[in-house]
């Protein structure tokens, strides 16, 4: 997996997900490569008290019951949806359940304004249609016609963001479960295999963008993904994310527990500020969730990497922090600096530690900016 910039779930985990497999003599669902309860564990990770030979590293985090719902959905005949604000893991989680389901997370149309009904369906190679006419050699499947012909999982990313029009094709596929092909006389009809479902996804944030018709709802079931609040779990999913970043750029280079601990309090910090703000201007643009977190940490690493000692500092961090999140000019810029002095200058201090220098970093950053 070395040649690949981001290899899916199934090649990452492909030793794990083969020797779960060896072991499992659960029911499975149709043709599913793994049973429900090793799907959760796969997910969710084990430890030796689960019975197992080894260990099972935990790869998303959250509540179990979200998992278990979740799972127990794709083997019913309705499509799962993964609903939450942005950051919350459903891209993710979407990914590993595919990845555990069918060793087949690829399988994904992505969801935008420009997204049309031919990439939920089918599509022609107009080339062979001009030399040999329509036929199902000339024309191309969707990656959700793929699903349906393989019974397996396919993904639709960032659902309220494609029209009317896309959603209401999806309706009929949910459904009747088979795509009908009226450009050809014969062979007209794509049915769907038993174990083919979708995993939907759609940000919170984006209600009134294209809200789902009570029809398309009624074929989901929807699982909400909340917020990570719990300081020790969203401490745990940094962390693991930030080692796969040092592991993909080959960077040795510590994160500091002192310096987690900033980035966790400071993003705390700045969420209550958010909630209790009389309007947007004296909101944040950024969501603050784990995910932004993680990529105010990415930049801190890989400035310190390529262009520092070599060494994660408060200084970088704070500049990283400031640099990441103020989106707006001069908005997002008050609210820093407003947080900067208001909350890190008397912390620093209070406290001392690393907060002096995690503010001097952040003004650097509002005085370039500025």
Known sequence: ????????????????????????????????RLSPKMIRLFVLGAERSDGLDREVAQKWFGDRSIVERAIVTLASDRGLLLI????????????????????????????????????????????????????????????????????????????????????????????????SVPELDSDNIVFAKPGFSVIATANSRDRGVNDLSSALKRRFNFVRIPVVTNKK????????????????????????????????RSFADLRAASESAGSDDEKLESALSTAEQIGVLEDAILHSNFFGERQLTARTLGSSLVGSLSRRA?????????????????????????????LAGGRDTIATLS
Request: overall charge negative; charged content about 25%.
């Open 330 to 358: 001069p908005e997002d810029l008050a609210i820093m600096n407003k947080y900067l002095h208001g909350v890190v200058e008397p912390r620093g201090k209070d406290e001392g530690g690393e907060w002096p220098e995690f």
């Open 1 to 32: 997996m070395s040649d690949l910039l981001r290899a899916p779930a199934e090649l990452k985990y492909a030793e794990e997900l083969d020797w779960l497999e060896s072991v499992d003599d659960n029911p499975k669902p149709f043709s599913w």
């Open 84 to 179: 939450g604000d942005p950051g919350t893991g459903k891209s993710w989680l979407a990914e590993l359940l595919a990845a555990a389901i069918s060793r087949n997370s690829t399988q994904v149309v992505q969801g935008t304004a420009g997204t049309t009904e031919d990439h939920i369906k089918y599509s022609w190679n107009v080339s062979m249609v001009i030399a040999k006419g329509q036929s199902r050699q000339s024309m191309i499947p969707s990656p959700i016609m793929n699903a349906m012909e393989s019974g397996t999982i396919g993904r639709f990313e960032e659902l309220t963001r494609s029209t009317s029009d896309v959603q209401d094709a999806l309706i009929s596929i949910l459904s009747e479960k088979y795509i």
């Open 233 to 264: 779990s969203e401490a745990e999913i940094v962390r693991f994310r930030t080692e796969e970043l040092l592991r993909r750029h080959q960077i040795e280079l510590d994160v500091p527990p002192t310096l987690l601990d900033v980035l966790l």
